[in-house]
C-alpha cells in the first residue's frame, strides 16, 4: 500500500515515521514557483503520520494512516498525484526530486 504525503513550505511538513518508506518525490512548480513537495510512501503496516506546522508554536499532529487515501500500487499513487496537479493548460510541473 502506498500514501501520497504533501509538505508546504511555510505552513507544515510531513514526515517519514515508523512504518513508512519514501519512495520517490516530486517538487509542484506552479508558474516557475515550488509550491510544496509530493512524497509517495509505501506503508510497512499501521502507523501514524506526523504533521508539523512551521510556523511557532509549531503544533504536531499525528494521524492515523488510515484517514488518508491509501493505493495499491506504486504506479495508481503515480496517477493519481498526477491527477492531482492538472489543470486545463496551466503552467504545472511535477519536478522529481
Known amino acids: 500500500m502506498y500514501v501520497l504525503l504533501t509538505t508546504k513550505p511555510g505552513e507544515f511538513r510531513t514526515e517519514i515515521t515508523d512504518g513508512l518508506v519514501a519512495v520517490e518525490s516530486y ?48 504506479e495508481a499513487a503515480r496517477d493519481e498525484l498526477g491527477t492531482l496537479t492538472r489543470f486545463g493548460s496551466m503552467d504545472i510541473r511535477l519536478e522529481k526530486v
Open 27 to 74: 517538487d509542484y512548480v506552479f508558474y516557475g514557483r515550488k509550491r510544496a513537495r509530493f512524497t509517495i510512501a509505501e506503508l510497512a503496516g499501521p502507523t501514524r503520520i506526523r504533521i508539523v506546522e512551521d510556523e511557532p508554536p509549531q503544533i504536531v499532529n499525528e494521524v492515523p494512516n488510515k484517514l488518508f487515501e491509501s493505493f495499491d500500487t506504486l
